[in-house]
Nanobody, 122 residues
Framework: QTHVVESGGGSVQPGGSLKLSCRASGNIRKIFDMAWHRQVPGKQRELVALISDGGRTTYGDSFEGRFTISRDYALNTVYLQMNNLKPEDTAVYYC????????????????WGQGTQVTVSS
């Protein structure tokens, strides 16, 4: 059994910052990609940022420059530093860990956290 748990959400004023954390644990031999997505009610879930096993980062449209993804490989943890937050960043932020119980790439699968609410409002 595996677990993906996010933390760090909350309420902040426009222009403020938040840092989200997400840790994957349990029967995991290898983690490949770790990523953050977000979803607003009535809209599709969208990619915010992804960091690969090798450290390569990918950002969704409009996030690079304000958001920074990083990873602690020893702790199986991924972070999302969010700066200059805007009201339109209000959403539930989900962590995704792509991992394998055997360590092999061919049986990797996505595991999602429950989500953490981020609200940007004055």
């Amino acid at each position: 059994q595996t677990h993906v748990v996010e933390s760090g959400g909350g309420s902040v004023q426009p222009g403020g910052s938040l840092k989200l954390s997400c840790r994957a644990s349990g029967n995991i031999r290898k983690i490949f990609d770790m990523a953050w997505h977000r979803q607003v009610p009535g809209k599709q879930r969208e990619l915010v940022a992804l960091i690969s096993d090798g450290g390569r980062t990918t950002y969704g449209d409009s996030f690079e420059g304000r958001f920074t993804i990083s990873r602690d490989y020893a702790l199986n943890t991924v972070y999302l530093q969010m700066n200059n937050l805007k009201p339109e960043d209000t959403a539930v932020y989900y962590c995704r860990s792509e991992h394998s119980n055997t360590g092999n790439w061919y049986d990797k699968y996505d595991d999602w956290g429950q989500g953490t609410q981020v609200t940007v409002s004055s």
